[in-house]
C-alpha cells in the first residue's frame, strides 16, 4: 500500500520502520529542525532523521491550512496517511486527501484521555491500564472512530519506558494489522460516556508540592520522567527527581520535612512519605540518593519552603 507517514518524537520511529519494511512509504511528514542544545543549532527531528536513513523524501512544512500544501499533499496519490504523534493539525482537506484517510496510532484507550499527553495523565491519575487505539481521524480531537485497540498494563512504569519499552511496539503491531485488514475493520464509534481529557505538559506543574499525598507525587514522578521532569529546591539549589516510592501513606502535619538516615531521603507529605530513589543536581548526573548522599548533605528535620499558593 502507498503510505505517507506524519510522525516526530522517538515515539513514531518504531512505526515508520515498520511501514517502511512492509509498505510503500512515499513521503514523511515531521515537524520543522527547531533550535536545541548550547549552540542553539538546527536539529532534526527523530523521524526527519530515521526518514532520511531510509531514503525517504521529508517535508517539514509549519501549517498544512494552505491551499498549496493541501494540494502537494494529495499530488503523492497515497491510498492512506498513518500519523503517530505528529504534532500539526490535519485540516479537512487533508483529512480526504486519500481513498482511507488518515489512521492515527494514539496512546491511550479511546474515548479515555483524548488530548496531547495521555499517557502522562494516565499514569498521573492512577490508571492500572493504557494502550493503544488505531482511530479513522476526524475533524474532531481524537474523536474518530475506532478500528483496532490493545490494553497495556501501566504498573509502575515511567512515561518513557510505557512509549518506548511498550507502546510504540503495541502501536506497530496495531497499525500493521489495521493496514492488512482496512477494507474488513468495522469502524466503532467512540461512546460518549467516559471522555476524559489529557491537557498538554506544562512546566509549571514540574515542582513537587508537598501539600499533597506521597502517592499523588510519586505518580506525578513517573508521569513527568523524562519530561519536563519533576523537582524541589533545597537551600537555593534545585534537586530534579527520577524515581521515588511511597514509604509510608498516613496523615501528616509537617509537609515538606526532610528526613535523613541511614543513606536514605524521605519527605514529608501532607499524607504519607516520600522516599527519593534516584536524584540528580543542577549540572550532575542523575544517581541514586544514597551516593549522593556521600557527597553532600541534606539536614534531617530541616522544611523545604516554597511559594504559597
Avoid at 14 to 20: D, N, S
Avoid at 158 to 174: F, I, N, Q, V, Y
Avoid at 271 to 297: C, S, T
Amino acid at each position: 500500500m502507498k503510505i505517507v507517514f506524519m510522525g516526530t518524537p522517538d515515539f513514531s520511529v518504531p512505526v515508520l520502520e515498520t511501514l517502511a519494511g512492509s509498505h510503500q512509504v512515499v513521503c514523511v511528514y515531521t515537524q520543522p529542525p527547531r533550535e536545541a542544545g548550547r549552540g542553539n543549532s538546527l536539529r532534526k527531528t527523530p523521524v526527519h532523521l530515521a526518514a532520511e536513513k531510509l531514503g525517504i523524501e521529508v517535508r517539514h512544512p509549519l501549517s498544512l491550512k494552505s491551499a498549496e500544501e493541501q494540494t502537494a499533499f494529495k499530488a503523492l496519490n497515497a491510498e492512506a496517511a498513518v500519523v503517530a504523534a505528529y504534532g500539526l493539525l490535519l485540516p479537512p482537506a487533508v483529512l480526504e486527501a486519500f481513498p482511507y484517510g488518515c489512521l492515527n496510532i494514539h496512546a491511550s484507550l479511546l474515548p479515555r484521555w483524548r488530548g496531547a499527553a495521555p499517557i502522562q495523565r494516565a499514569i498521573e491519575a492512577g490508571d492500572a491500564k493504557s494502550g493503544v487505539t488505531i482511530m479513522q481521524m476526524d475533524k474532531g480531537l481524537d474523536t474518530g472512530a475506532m478500528l483496532l485497540t490493545s490494553e497495556v498494563a501501566i504498573d509502575e512504569t515511567t512515561t518513557g519506558e510505557m512509549l518506548h519499552d511498550k507502546l510504540s511496539a503495541e502501536g506497530c503491531r496495531l497499525i500493521t494489522e489495521a493496514l492488512d485488514r482496512l477494507d474488513k475493520l468495522p469502524k466503532i464509534a467512540q461512546p460518549e460516556e467516559g471522555v476524559t481529557y489529557a491537557a498538554k505538559l506544562d512546566k509549571a506543574e514540574s515542582r513537587l508540592d508537598f501539600r499533597k499525598s506521597a502517592i499523588e507525587l510519586e505518580r506525578k514522578i513517573r508521569a513527568f520522567n523524562p519530561y519536563p521532569g519533576t523537582y524541589f529546591e533545597y537551600e537555593g539549589e534545585r534537586f530534579k527527581v527520577l524515581r521515588a516510592r511511597v514509604a509510608d501513606d498516613s496523615e501528616n502535619m509537617t509537609y515538606g520535612k526532610l528526613l535523613v538516615n541511614d543513606g536514605r531521603l524521605m519527605i514529608v507529605c501532607m499524607q504519607g512519605l516520600l522516599e527519593i530513589l534516584e536524584i540528580q543536581r543542577q549540572g550532575k548526573k542523575p544517581m541514586p540518593v544514597a551516593e549522593l548522599l556521600r557527597g553532600f548533605k541534606f539536614h534531617s528535620g530541616s522544611v523545604i519552603n516554597y511559594p504559597q499558593k
